[in-house]
């Protein structure tokens, strides 16, 4: 039997921001304690800047003038890292960040806002300082929390030294003690945590390294949870590759498309492509030409169902990748087309913080600097940029729920339509570095082409096919009658 596959309608005309909760924005209601790193140094491994969400709440208007109407974290929870992937409580936000109050408020203020709020859930691995690892720590073989991990023998070797970790720990990291979830006790732990947020009012869970978790009745049982609290909520899984697994419509709706992101790298950077690779599973990247790249897009469009690939996370950077410009050699025109690239795509496109501004950074620490909120040091041209294509995706039905079809690749020319019941537009890219003139071959007639984002030139239907030129590393979006 066929399953049906079913996911949050929202997600279609979403537009998501990932927020780094530490380095985004400091609110004075959040009383901070000292030893904070200066705001405007680079960041490092271990230093707190004082980021907190009343910060964030207070900088909604930043974001819904940018056209952002929902937000991904990286995690808020109780922790003694800056990233908090290393989870003390999970039921408490970290006060550095205000507590459970400033999560209340910044809920309620986005909200308001018709802003949605996505939470990272790390659930394969804990901290030291979760309770039941302490307890572990602290009575040895005696504690009765003691197959909430799996330990190979005491006294624990819980931190760094000569020694590898005796019990089962994320990348044999000493910090990171890997939770037992064939522990039903464990199991029911995770579970509670995943629905109690939901009902807090949270509209989704992005999920670190759920692959690590290698148990379909697990995440089937997490998403009923999840889905009798809210069914609009939003399951997305960090998985760098193929995930058709996961992706049956019975454990996540989406995953980060991470694919997608070495594809957009390897073609709009393919001239300035920095030597880095971006992390994760992948090789370091190779270029890639507009024949190269549409075949590329093609075979990722086709690895899911149309309803999955609408809900993916579609993004450019993150916090486990060097930032998009320094990836590709500070080359702001790779970053436009990049941008505008995504928000004509299936799929929900994510701006990650400051790269609308021209941040740069490469591998962590450097991708987690703080914003700055001078806008004296903004590149307010790239802002400007980014604004208009969010905007242009917002009004424009066939870019948020149309199909898609390639209809130009060739050399460094690329074009695609997507087309509505009432709207068919073309997304054209010309990722030269010379002017060039496109002859798009359109499937049925059309009576009118008008530009409706970018300077194409020369815009004319003829013998059903439509000629534009477009200068040199640009891109331009047509709206046919």
Known sequence: ????????????????????????????????????????????????????????????????????????????????????????????????????????????????????????????????????????????????????????????????????????????????????????????????????????????WRLDVPAEIDDDAFWQEFRRRVKDANPDAYIVGEIWTEAKRWLQGDQFDAVMNYIQTAHCVAFFGARSIAPLWMGGTYPPLSPLDAPGFAQAIEDMLGLYDWEITTAQMNLLSSHDMPRFLTMVGKDQTALELAMLFQMAMPGAPTVYYGDEIGLTGGYDPGSRAAMPWDSAQWNTGLLEYVRAAIRLRKEHHALRRGTYHTRLASGDLYAFERASEHERLIAAFNAGTASAEFAIALDGPASGAEAIFGEPRDVALRDRTLHLTLSARAGAVIALQ
């Not at 009383?31 to 709440?57: C, I, M, Q």
């Not at 020694?163 to 029911?188: C, I, M, S």
């Open 1 to 204: 039997m066929t399953r049906s596959v079913k996911t949050p309608d929202w997600l279609k005309d979403a537009v998501f921001y990932q927020i780094f909760p530490d380095r985004f924005a400091q609110s004075s209601r959040v009383r901070k304690p000292s030893n904070l790193e200066p705001w405007h140094t680079p960041p490092t491994t271990y230093g707190f800047k004082g980021g907190d969400l009343l910060g964030v709440a207070e900088r909604l208007d930043y974001l819904a003038e940018l056209g952002i109407n929902a937000i991904y974290f990286n995690p808020v929870f109780q922790s003694a890292s800056n990233h908090r992937y290393h989870t003390h409580d999970y039921y408490q936000v970290d006060p550095l960040l205000g507590g459970n109050a400033a999560l209340r408020e910044l809920l309620d203020a986005a909200h308001a806002r018709n802003i949605r709020i996505v939470l990272d859930g790390v659930f394969n691995h804990a901290s030291r300082g979760f309770f039941q690892f302490s307890h572990i720590l602290e009575c040895g073989a005696d504690s009765p929390y003691l197959d909430w991990f799996t330990v190979k023998g005491f006294p624990l070797n819980a931190y760094d030294g000569d020694e590898e970790p005796n019990y089962e720990a994320w990348f044999n990291l000493h910090a990171l003690p890997k939770l037992n979830t064939g522990n039903p006790q464990v199991r029911d732990f995770i579970w509670d945590v995943a629905e109690h947020w939901v009902r807090f009012g949270i509209d989704g």
